[in-house]
């Protein structure tokens, strides 16, 4: 099935689009969703990150007949991209596959490359060697920064995935791409459908008012279009689906679009995250008794979805590419909302419940918190359980010579967390039929047990519990086996 070239005739070829609808050309059990990725070459961006590194360790383990993954890597902090596949190797997340399957490490390959240059910054072997070879791609590259000024995620989020796209138009025997979005891409709406929503002016444009218009000019536009979006982050996100719709005749596409990631259900290990962004490190601040107040609307959905569950659905849906061919584009909400909702109130009562029950060795102040919508209490509570406690710690600490640490830590948390202020005073209400149908569809195959995708069927109070367990185990490195030496301390 794969064409043989060299790289001298592929320079010369002429990019071969694909043609889609054409599922009967791949010759794989259908109800099996492993069998579809036997002997596949995947191309993955973003595999350091939260979600690119929980993909890549599921793909070695679930789908052990893979032949390639090739990773793209970028040089960063003084790091080869060697030693940077050496890091992320040692990644806690890799320890079920290092015990269970050693050797797959082998099939990952490091790609030097960075989305925000002109095809990838990849050399032009590396740049042949993908389109020649790969048959799947995920793209989870992207800058998630809320802030980020709107040059940098235009060049990012959607220059990144027009480059990626350039690259898939190329390639001989492209399957299937999944594009990694955000459920919040149309946070300037609050009803949100799976499609693919227009924005004011064309990707295009936008991103050659980026390259050819100084910081001024793009700056007054980005105000323009901002409209009810609550970041640079959101609408760029909305830019980059809109790009990729261009391309619904000529790639087979799908759009995953998570909520926000939370610790696992299940994979790899029960409550396993990374890193303390978003709602993990809200709950990592409960837990060390550092949120003494959250804002917020406490009956308001807080739309969280288990990355096992994310990354289950971006394998299910590169499979659902071939299985139901379409020149549109199927977009997922991946999300909890409608099919498991959890309320914040619920959320917050349980994350300070396990605090107290799996506490972490670094605990601050006895983790209780409130979660009010009054914003007056909200700063007066922070002003004196945050600030005050903190300055308070840091002058114990200089009084110790020790370096002070609290007031920083807690201007970052609080930083943080108003970032979030928009999420946690707004619902959404996400619709999820075709997510609802994959489900289904997942259900009949031979490997519905392996890949879970359904939101329905998991307990909040158990993840949740499992979340403080990973938040001390996986981020702050504890031992979480000895739990009662840690309520002992808490206790004290
Ligand atoms: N986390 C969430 O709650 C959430 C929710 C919805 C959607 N998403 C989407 O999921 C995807 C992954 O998010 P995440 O949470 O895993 O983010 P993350 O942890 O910040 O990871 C981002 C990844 O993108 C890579 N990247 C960024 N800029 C790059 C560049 N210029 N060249 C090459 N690689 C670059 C990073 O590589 P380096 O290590 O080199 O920086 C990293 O691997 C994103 O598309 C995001 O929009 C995330």
């Known amino acids: ?80 991209i060697q030693q940077r596949l050496e890091k992320l190797m040692d990644n806690l997340i890799f320890d079920r596959i290092k015990f269970e399957y050693p050797d797959c490490f082998t099939k990952v390959i490091p790609i030097n490359g960075d989305i925000s240059q002109v095809k990838l910054g ?172 959250i804002f917020g609307e406490e009956n308001k959905i807080v739309d969280l979805i288990p990355i096992d569950i994310v990354v289950n659905t971006l394998i299910c849906a590169s499979w659902n590419n071939i299985i139901q061919p379409s020149n549109k584009i199927q977009v997922y909400n991946c999300v909890s909302g409608p099919f498991n909702p959890l309320r914040w109130k619920r959320c917050h009562k349980l994350t300070a419940k396990y605090a107290i029950e799996s506490p972490s060795k670094h605990v601050v102040l006895y983790p209780g918190t409130i979660f009010t919508s009054n914003r007056l209490l909200h700063n007066i509570i922070v002003f004196f359980c945050h600030y005050v406690v903190a300055f308070m710690l840091d002058l114990l600490d200089m009084c110790q010579r020790q370096k002070p640490r609290m007031l920083k830590l807690v201007k970052r948390n609080e930083r943080m967390q108003n970032a979030y202020d928009f999420f946690k005073c707004n619902e959404f209400y996400f619709h999820g039929k075709n997510m609802k149908q994959l489900v289904e569809k997942v259900q009949i195959t031979k490997n519905h047990m392996i890949f879970n995708i359904d939101a329905e069927k998991f307990d909040w109070d158990q993840n949740i519990c499992n979340c403080m367990l990973g938040i001390n185990k996986f981020l702050f490195k504890e031992n979480t086996d000895n739990l009662k030496i840690t309520k002992n301390y808490l206790n004290k």
């Not at 320079?11 to 492993?34: A, R, W």
């Not at 350091?48 to 890597?73: D, H, N, P, Q, V």
């Open 1 to 80: 099935m794969e064409k043989k070239n060299n790289s001298k005739q592929l320079s010369i070829m002429k990019p071969n689009i694909i043609e889609i609808n054409h599922k009967d050309q791949y010759n794989f059990d259908e109800n099996s969703i492993q069998d579809f990725f036997t002997g596949s070459i995947i191309f993955i961006t973003g595999s350091t990150g939260f979600l690119g590194k929980a993909l890549l360790e599921k793909l070695l383990r679930s789908c052990k007949k893979i032949s390639i993954i090739y990773i793209l890597l970028r040089s960063k902090n003084g790091q080869t």
């Open 122 to 293: 990849l050399s032009e072997n590396d740049y042949c060697l993908l389109f020649e070879k790969v048959n799947i791609v995920f793209h989870c590259a992207a800058t998630v920064g809320f802030n980020e000024p709107f040059k940098t995620a235009i060049n990012q989020n959607v220059g990144g995935t027009k480059q990626v796209i350039d690259l898939c138009l190329k390639m001989f025997n492209l399957k299937s791409f999944v594009y990694v979005s955000t459920a919040y891409s149309n946070s300037n709406i609050f009803e949100i459908d799976e499609k693919i929503y227009p924005t004011k002016i064309k990707p295009e444009f936008i991103l050659d008012v980026c390259k050819n218009f100084d910081d001024e000019i793009v700056n007054f536009l980005a105000n323009k279009l901002q409209d009810k979006h609550p970041n640079t982050y959101t609408l760029t996100k909305n830019f980059a689906e809109n790009l990729i719709n261009n391309y619904k005749d000529k790639l087979p596409i799908a759009i995953v679009r998570p909520s926000i990631i939370s610790g696992a259900v299940q994979e790899p290990f029960p409550g396993w995250v990374d890193n303390f962004i978003g709602a993990t490190g809200v709950m990592a601040q409960v837990g060390v008794g550092l949120a003494k107040s």
